[in-house]
Structures are given as C-alpha cells and as structure tokens.
C-alpha cells in the first residue's frame, strides 16, 4: 500500500480527527487534532505496519493560538512509506506520550520536553535530557533569545549571555553566489 | 689550580668540562619545558587534530611533550580541544583544580579560546572565563603544526618564568 491510500485509511477510519491532509513532492502529512493524534499513531503502527518512528519535532508558532505543534516522522520497513503526522496544541496542555507505542519515543519526547517545554502525559522517564536537570529556562522557544539568559546552579552549571556583536553569524540561504552566501554576522532586527 | 680567594666556586680539574653552571631558575626551567605531560581535554574536532600530532607524522615527542596523562594528578599542561559546552565547563574546572602545580593551559581552536562560532545559550565564551590560559591557538580546527607552535611558544614562555620564587602560585592566592 502507497502512502496515498493510507492517508485515505486513516481518512475513512478517522474522519473528523483528521483536519486536513497535504502532499508535497511525494510526502504525506496528516494534520490531527491533539485528542486523536494517540489513537491514529497506534493505528498507523498496528494496523499500517510504520514500524519506525524516525523522528519526533515540535514548532513554536509564537504568537498563534495554538502555540505549539507536535510533529511526528513514521516509516516502515516493510513497504518503505513515509508519513508524517502533526498536531497542534495550546500552551501548557500536556500531549500524550508514543513511548509505549514505539520504544524510541522515550528520548525523542525527553528532547522535546528539554527544548520546548512540551509535557508529555503518561511518559515513564521526563527528564532534560540536553541540559541539567535545574536549567530554568526552555531554549528552543521563540521567546528565548539566541544570546541565552543568565543562571546558576552551584556545584553543576551556570549559563551567560553570548557577545553576539553585529548579530548572529548566518548563512544567506538562495543567495545567487558562494560568496554571498558565505556565514556572515547580522544585524538583528 | 688553585682558585682565587674571591671566587665563589672552583672545581676539580679531574672533572673540568664536565661542570655547567647556570641559575636555578633556568635549570629548572629547562627540565619542566622538556618534558611536558599533557593532558588532553579533547571536547570537539580538535581533539581529532591533537591525536593526528601525537601520531607519527607530526610527532609531539620529538619536543619533548608526548607523554599524554588521562590522570590530572600527572599532567602539567592542560589542552583544552574542543567547544566547552556550559554542561562540561565545571567538570573541566575540576580537573584542572586536581592538577598540581607547575601547570600551565594551552587553549587549542576557536571554541576554547573564546566560544568560536558557537554564539549560543548552551556554550562557555571562551575556557578563561573559568582558568588561566598560557597560550591561545587560532584555527578551527587549528592544524597539527599550529598545535606544535603553541606547545613551543609555551616552552618558551616557561624558559622566563621565576620558578623558585612563585612556587604554588596558585594555592598560596587560594590561602590567602
């Protein structure tokens, strides 16, 4: 079975959980709602055999209600598909956890949770897992900035605020040359 | 041959040409820059480069200084390779406090001499924000040779030194 007729599948098997479906160059992606994103992974693991869960990711539309978006990268290796999954969800909800449906979403929801902020519900093990446990701050959300924030912890770590002089040194992605597009540092805005 | 009254040594002539003089200082000096134990705090990419010059091409030993110590209590030269994250930064301040003294620190790359590319919340601004850096090596990574210049400026830098009068330097700020 294609990716296509499974994005039909889970259509006819989820209806109104599924918000909408798009397809990109080949890839497939289901927009669920935060309640039936549990039910339709274990169904695209049980049922559509996705046997590997590539990578879990979160976004920060700051500014959006909802402001966070979970998104999940499941293949299989037996018919070699891809799909990804997203979901949306508001501030401070907690999403439940995929660590029981694949085994390697342990750590994935740990990074999650380290960056973002994100809780995951029924997860056997939320710790950071990048920074110490302590950190007080969630570094991947837009309202971190790039330089960090000043904080102690005795005896374990402490954080300082970077020089970033003329701004953060880039890239100029789609640049018309190698030298234009050579790192360089930016004023922020 | 009979010395002066007013000289302040003589020697056998059994053993003439046998006999250096020289300042203490610079006797002991010449054996701490010869014989440099490092030990290598390999945190990124340039620790890949500090293994290529101990390795034959390049060759640390052939100064003297190959004699790489994964025990702090026996290194005296500290080679901070690599980007000092702020995770690692105080397990790195508390090797270097386990090293005794005579101990200098060599800071190899962009990363370690002042957080190199890495403007970000998760890495220390440079390894002298926590210890005192002896000689600081450009390049990321820096090439074996530029590793071998550093390790030679520092022999150099310990030539000058007065290391009968500031012995334990360290400790005694710490007592004091």
């Known amino acids: ?189 | 041959m009979v010395a002066p009254a007013e000289t302040h040594a003589a020697y056998d002539s059994k053993v003439e040409g046998n006999v250096v003089f020289t300042k203490l200082d610079a006797a002991v000096n010449w054996m701490r820059k010869n014989s440099l134990w490092p030990m290598p705090m390999g945190l990124a990419c340039c620790a890949i480069e500090m293994m290529a010059s101990a390795c034959s091409r390049y060759d640390l030993s052939r100064f003297g200084m190959e004699v790489m110590r994964f025990s702090p209590r026996q290194a005296d030269v500290m080679i901070v390779a690599g980007t000092v994250t702020y995770k690692m930064a105080l397990a790195v301040k508390r090797i270097w406090d386990q090293m005794p003294e005579p101990k200098w620190c060599i800071a190899m790359g962009a990363c370690a001499s002042s957080g190199g590319m890495y403007r970000s919340y998760a890495v220390l601004q440079g390894i002298d924000n926590l210890i005192p850096v002896d000689v600081y090596i450009s390049g990321c990574p820096p090439r074996p040779e530029a590793l071998l210049e550093g390790m030679m400026r520092l022999q150099r830098k310990i030539e000058g030194e007065a290391s009968i009068s500031e012995q334990k330097k360290e400790l005694v700020n710490d007592l004091s």
């Open chain 1, 1 to 189: 079975m294609k990716a296509e007729q499974m994005v039909k599948a889970l259509k006819e098997q989820f209806g109104d959980a599924i918000l909408a479906t798009t397809e990109f160059r080949g890839e497939h992606t289901v927009q669920v709602t935060l309640a039936g994103a549990k039910p339709l992974l274990k169904y695209c693991h049980d049922e559509l055999n996705f046997d590997y869960l590539v990578d879990i990711s979160s976004l920060d539309h700051m500014g959006e209600e909802p402001r966070f978006e979970m998104v999940y990268e499941a293949y299989g290796y037996g018919h070699l598909q891809h799909l990804r999954i997203k979901a949306k969800i508001p501030d401070g909800e907690d999403v439940p956890t995929v660590s029981d449906i694949w085994a390697t979403a342990d750590w994935h929801e740990r990074e999650v949770y380290d960056m973002m902020g994100i809780k995951f519900a029924g997860h056997p093990d939320l710790r950071r897992i990048l920074m110490w446990e302590g950190y007080p701050y969630f570094p991947l959300r837009k309202d971190f900035p790039l330089a960090g924030r000043p904080s102690e912890m005795p005896e374990v770590a402490f954080t300082g605020i970077a020089p970033l002089a003329d701004g953060p040194f880039v890239t100029s992605a789609g640049a018309p040359d190698t030298v234009a597009r050579e790192p360089r540092a930016k004023k922020q805005e």
